[in-house]
């Protein structure tokens, strides 16, 4: 069934649509039927992949070292399976659950948000991340209740401001460059879209608009 979707999908949308697989058995398995759905021909332009961390004792037994859950040798390995389809990676659904709405559970969360985003932005393939249940107490039955980043009253939690700090600040390049003798510069900057404002000869302030890769 999943081979006749992608083949339904492909003859009913347009070409500029891309298609994306997703599954939570993150193991070999997973890459294997990627990889065979591509070779029989299905358009697979993303490979999609799904991380919870729904119950608050996970959350316990991590802060408290008991648990291998999402260390970066396990999470490098799963990232490793996901590469082997030579496809951009989506983590289309993150759950990283406060244990509760204490100062320390709060604290973990935020620490743990951190340290695995830090890990996955650094994965050459990794194309996106979505967080799952963005305001808390507004997942599906059965999900945890603080496992948003703001509160149910739209309060904006600990994990929010570092979130805010990864990618508006520690992600972006931000630098004022002189060019050299034959009015060059250069740099090693993230990738990205650049606003790039400069002096011309006449002193004119001039902008610029790049994206680079």
Not at 26 to 48: H, P
Not at 105 to 128: E, P, T
């Amino acid at each position: 069934y999943t081979y006749r979707a992608f083949k339904l999908a492909d003859a009913i949308f347009p070409k500029s649509v891309k298609l994306n697989i997703n599954d939570y058995y993150l193991q070999q398995e997973y890459a294997d039927q990627a990889n065979d759905l591509i070779e029989r021909g299905c358009k697979i332009d993303i490979v999609g992949a799904q991380m919870h961390l729904f119950r608050p004792q996970q959350a316990l037994d991590i802060a408290d070292g008991t648990s291998d859950a999402q260390s970066p040798e396990n999470v490098r390995r799963t990232l490793g399976f996901l590469s082997q389809t030579k496809r951009p990676i989506h983590l289309s659904e993150i759950t990283i659950t406060s244990p509760d709405n204490s100062e320390r559970g709060l604290a973990i969360q935020a620490v743990m948000l951190r340290n695995l985003y830090r890990l996955w932005f650094s994965w050459k393939d990794m194309m996106g991340i979505t967080w799952w249940n963005v305001v808390d107490n507004c997942g599906a039955p059965g999900e945890p209740s603080y496992s948003g980043i703001f509160t149910r009253d739209m309060q904006p939690k600990l994990s929010y401001f570092v979130m805010d700090d990864l990618i508006n600040r520690q992600w972006k390049t931000n630098l004022e460059l002189s060019s050299d003798a034959s009015g060059e510069i250069s740099f090693r900057g993230f990738r990205g879209s650049y606003k790039i404002t400069y002096l011309d000869k006449d002193k004119n302030e001039r902008v610029v608009f790049k994206m680079l890769k």
